[in-house]
């Protein structure tokens, strides 16, 4: 599988990245070969086996239910660029 | 309905957000109670700070499976958590986490009573998944220039989305289905279904078509309507507006849009082309979520009596016409209200289904309280029922007794002996009363004894009259027949 300069601009856009325009294309042919590297799986024979969602062979721990994390607003908020009365500030979005 | 139902058949499916009612959040320990001051239960794992890693509720988790149960729907052996990616400044970490190819909960269904013109009917609402997500935090717009301010508590939140099938047809068939499903969820206790609070949010998905058609017209969604009311006038609108632009020669274009109550109106959200390019992938921080046989059959065991059951119950034991039991289990709470009336009482059921239904229900509508704000509480209901029963105070003595409670005067025994109104059952004095007004009206009585029938009532108004309403109503009836035929 080969990505068109196209498909890197539209993935850059969904992930709010800024490349120059002379970046589109050695970006394009370094990710069409990783593609090509994973697609070596496709000749593997996969039949009845059934899709893994993780590497590891376990599954979810729960916790039980109960508040545990104290309020630390003024510790995280020390590192926030912008507060205001509790609120984290942001530039406006708007729907 | 505005539009021609014989020429466009509508379709609808619908998207219900629904909070779980957990103490902490759907993958950390920080509070999820409502109106806590900006961002104080936001932890490093809300924030999504490096380093963080999310572990599961096990009560969410619990609570979906209970969910699934009641709509009779599969629950998935083994689900997993997918990566839902968007930029958004209530969304700290660049994605929700949330399900996207294996749900807890799929092939549920609903059964939703409507109002067909033979009486009521049942249709059965496809449900084609509920799984679980984190809620997103809140963005406030105002008060700022050129800034947002962003508070984290409501971030994750845990919810789950309850998707239907496109089963729906009409906008009073989507509120029946939303009103059903909420009760549900109440009833279950799995969700507080506080609709203002935003506990129960729905996205309205709408499309109509030329009856005939196979296709699906092209669907619009409309997002986060909160009232039951907003959600119905939001779908109306969105059909009138998909048929006048056909009608017109146009085409609906796939969007997002927005409910305003204002106007009553939807309108389009500034579309974003690659909106729906979320780029899902299971979450490498959980691993998959596997459900037993056995942990199914454990919640299987905290199940209520759900509505249905209750009511086909209310019918069946205390022998009440299918409107009462409809109306006493409506609500949990009203039904346990009713049910302790009837146990402490031991009066008749059907007199304590009138009381609970015309009387403390009316109140309340007018006073505008709920079960729970109730002034007068099951056992003190119980308690003036109970002096009907025994005939301390007639039927009509009681809706004074009722009203004064409502007001907060104390018990009906209190109320009772303090105004002084325990009924006459003493004969003696009833017919004491009797001759005095026989007594006093002669010519009355000359009349009623010629023929005039009707005047029977003005001797009886006359005895309740002298006796403050408390003579006991059968034996005035009976006395007064006797003593008037002379």
Sequence with gaps: MSLSPENVKQVAHLARLELADDQVGPIAEKLSNILAMVDQLSGANTQGVTPMAHPLDMHQRLRPDAVSEPDRREAFQAIAPEVDNGLYLVPKVIE | ?486
């Design chain 2, 1 to 486: 309905m505005a539009y021609d139902t014989t020429t466009w058949e509508v379709v609808i499916g619908l998207e219900v957000h629904c909070q779980l009612l957990t103490h902490s959040k759907i993958f950390s320990g920080a509070a999820t109670a409502y109106g806590a001051a900006p961002n104080t239960q936001a932890d490093g794992v809300t924030l999504g700070l490096p380093g963080v890693l999310p572990v599961l509720n096990k009560t969410a988790l619990e609570y979906a499976v209970k969910f699934g149960l009641a709509i009779d729907a599969k629950i998935a052996e083994r689900c997993v958590f997918a990566r839902k990616h968007y930029f958004y400044p209530d969304l700290p970490k660049g994605y929700q986490i949330s399900q996207y190819e294996l749900p807890i909960v799929y092939e549920g269904h609903l059964d939703v009573e409507l109002d067909g013109a033979d009486g009521k009917q049942v249709k059965r609402i496809g449900i084609t998944r509920a799984h679980m997500e984190e809620d997103a935090g809140k963005s406030l717009h105002e008060g700022y220039v050129g800034q947002s301010g962003i508070d984290l508590n409501r971030a994750g939140t845990p919810l789950i989305e309850i998707v239907s099938e496109p089963d729906i047809r009409s906008a009073a068939e989507a509120v029946a289905y939303l009103k059903k499903l909420h009760q549900l969820v109440v009833y279950l206790g799995v969700c507080d279904g506080n609709m203002q609070e935003g506990s129960f949010r729905c996205d309205a998905n709408v499309s109509v078509r030329k009856r005939g058609e196979t296709k699906f017209g092209t669907r619009t969604e409309t997002k986060n309507v909160n009232s039951f009311r907003y959600v119905e006038k939001a779908i109306e609108f969105e059909i009138e507006r998909q048929i006048d632009v056909i009608e017109s020669g146009g085409r609906i274009v796939q969007e997002t849009r927005l409910f305003d109550p204002g106007t009553g109106e939807t309108r389009s959200m500034r579309t974003k082309e690659d909106a729906n390019d979320y780029r899902y992938f299971p979450d490498p921080d959980l691993l998959p979520v596997v459900v037993t046989a056995a942990d199914i059959e454990r919640v299987r065991a905290t199940m209520p009596e759900l509505p249905e059951a209750k009511k086909a119950r209310f019918i069946e034991q205390y022998q009440l016409p299918a409107y009462d039991a409809w109306v006493l289990t409506s609500e949990q709470a009203l039904a346990d209200y009713y049910e302790q009336v009837v146990r402490e009482s031991k009066a008749e059921a059907k007199l304590c289904a009138n009381w609970v239904i015309t009387d403390l229900l009316g109140g309340l509508n007018k006073a505008g309280k709920s079960i729970a704000e109730s002034p007068i509480d099951a056992i003190q209901l119980a308690g003036m029922i109970a002096r009907i029963a025994d005939k301390t105070i007639s039927g009509k003595i009681a809706k004074d007794v009722f009203e004064a409670m409502m007001a907060g005067e104390g018990s009906a025994d209190d109320i009772i002996q303090a105004k002084g109104l325990v009924q006459i059952t003493d004969e003696s004095a009833i017919v004491a009363v009797i001759d005095e007004i026989m007594a006093k009206n002669p010519a009355q009585l000359e009349q009623f004894r010629s023929g005039k029938d009707k005047l029977f009532g003005f001797f009886v108004g006359q005895v309740m009259k002298a006796t403050q309403g408390k003579a006991n109503p059968d034996a005035v009836n009976r006395l007064l027949k006797e003593k008037l035929s002379g």
